[in-house]
């Protein structure tokens, strides 16, 4: 069994968080609310049962949205 996809928004708080961006970064970029973020993040932890920006880096990966040595 595959992992499960994030939707486009959740894709890019992953994205954004795995690459070191900050909550409040991730919110500007995305042109969201600081609040959204941290909506997204618990989202997230839930979804895929882990519980933090490390996790997020390594759930990244394996969905593929970060490759290492790139």
């Known amino acids: ?14 994205y954004c968080v795995a690459t ?3 909550y409040g970064q991730t919110a500007s970029r995305m042109g969201i609310s600081i609040h959204t973020v941290h909506t997204y ?4 932890f839930e979804k895929y049962q882990i ?18 040595g790139v």
Request: charged letters at 20%.
């Open 41 to 44: 993040i618990r989202r997230i």
């Open 51 to 68: 519980s933090g920006k490390t996790e997020i880096t390594h759930l990244a990966i394996q969905l593929g949205l970060l490759r290492l």
């Open 20 to 22: 070191g961006l900050t």
């Open 1 to 14: 069994m595959g992992l499960i996809h994030p939707s486009p928004r959740e894709g890019q708080v992953i």
